[in-house]
Structures are given as C-alpha cells and as structure tokens.
T-cell receptor
Framework: ETGVTQSPTHLIKTRGQQVTLRCSSQ?????VSWYQQALGQGPQFIFQ???????GRGNFPPRFSGLQFPNYSSELNVNALELDDSALYLC??????????????FGQGTRLTVV | AQRVTQPEKLLSVFKGAPVELKCNYS??????LFWYVQYSRQRLQLLLR??SRESIKGFTADLNKGETSFHLKKPFAQEEDSAMYYC???????????FGGGTRVLVKP
C-alpha cells in the first residue's frame, strides 16, 4: 500500500505566474482534500474533490482551482500568484461514502515560495 | 462558521511530567474532534479522534460539549512526544477539517 505523495517538494515562482501542484492519493482512497499552511499557522481547507467533482470549498478565491482524475490523483492550480500564496500546500486523501469519512492521510507537502 | 482555538503556542515540560494541550472549539452542532501530530521531518498524522475513545501513545482526550473543549492529556511525557500538535474538527455530515493554530510541545530530559 502506497501513501500520499506530492510533487514537487519545493517550488519558487514569480508573482503573477501560475503553478500546478500534484498529489497521488493513497491506494483505495477516493477523496482528496487540499490545505494551505502558512508559516506558524494551522492548515486551512482549500477544497475537496470526490469522484472527480469539487465537494466543498473553503474561503479561497477562484484563482485557486483543482482537478481530480479517474485514478483519484489530483492537481491544485493557482493563477496570478501573489506573495501571500507562499506557504506549505498539503494534500490529504481519505475514503468517503455518504456521511462517512475515514481518517485523512496527509502527504509531505509542497513548499511554494512566491518572489 | 466553525473555529478551533489552541491558546498555547509552546508547551515546555520535563520528561515524566504531565502535559495538557488545550483545545476549544466553536460550532453550533455536534462536530467530530481530532488531534493530529507532526513529528520533526515527518508528515501530519492522526493521533486520535474522539469517537474512538482510545488512548494512543498514552494520550487521551475527552470531549466536553458543555465547555466546547477537547483537551489532550498525557500523565507522563516522554522525549519522543516532542512535536507539533493540532486540534481539528469536522462538522456533522461535513467534509472539511478545520484546524487550530497548533501547539509545539518540547519535552526536556
């Protein structure tokens, strides 16, 4: 059984650019959630994908978008990068069905620096 | 909207001493509460959830709905407990984890 993997581990982008972060969910998991963790703060929910559709969104602008693929892997896209987007981006996978959610397993994160 | 507050940024205790990490939440319904832990250079992982009522690595947490608290306790701290701890909640029938700001625990020898 493989765990949640994220790529790349580190990334430096210039303000105004676009970035794509990738996440492979744990085997057997059908749900992927993305979180932003600024330095010294707890993770903040960006959005969740279930069966390739967005299934809940946090307080983030539309320039944060995502995709989930048939193999349940996922991408997080951020357009028009701002300096405040510098953070650790975490992906978590779980199994969802009805009202039941299993434990969320986290990846190691992608550290994004916007300069 | 739900909110999780961890009032202590840093807790420093000696090995063998008790440790208690405070967590207060605001949510009008019946949430599910969790404690997550991040050891140095490791990923965030689940420590315990209130519905399981388990003791994990000697840690316990009791949900107090009257005080809207979910404090994490361990009677005898060990050096390997040094880590970052996050309290989190999911609303009833919800899907998003709301995290507190985290408490760093340092257990001194």
């Amino acid at each position: 059984e493989t765990g949640v993997t994220q790529s790349p581990t580190h990334l430096i982008k210039t303000r105004g650019q676009q970035v794509t972060l990738r996440c492979s969910s744990q085997s057997g998991h059908n749900t992927v959630s993305w979180y932003q963790q600024a330095l010294g703060q707890g993770p903040q929910f960006i959005f969740q994908y279930y069966r390739e559709e967005e299934n809940g969104r946090g307080n983030f602008p539309p320039r944060f978008s995502g995709l989930q693929f048939p193999n349940y892997s996922s991408e997080l896209n951020v357009n028009a990068l701002e300096l405040d987007d510098s953070a650790l981006y975490l992906c978590a996978s779980s199994v969802s069905g009805g009202y039941s959610n299993t434990e969320a397993f986290f990846g190691q994160g992608t550290r994004l620096t916007v300069v | 909207a739900q909110r999780v507050t961890q009032p202590e940024k840093l807790l420093s205790v000696f090995k063998g001493a008790p440790v208690e990490l405070k967590c207060n939440y605001s949510y009008s319904g019946s949430p599910e509460l969790f404690w997550y832990v991040q050891y140095s250079r490791q990923r965030l992982q689940l420590l315990l959830r209130h519905i399981s009522r388990e003791s994990i690595k000697g840690f316990t947490a009791d949900l107090n709905k009257g005080e809207t608290s979910f404090h994490l306790k361990k009677p005898f701290a060990q050096e390997e407990d040094s880590a970052m701890y996050y309290c989190a909640l999911i609303p009833a029938a919800g899907n998003k984890l709301t995290f507190g700001g985290g408490t760093r625990v340092l257990v001194k020898p």
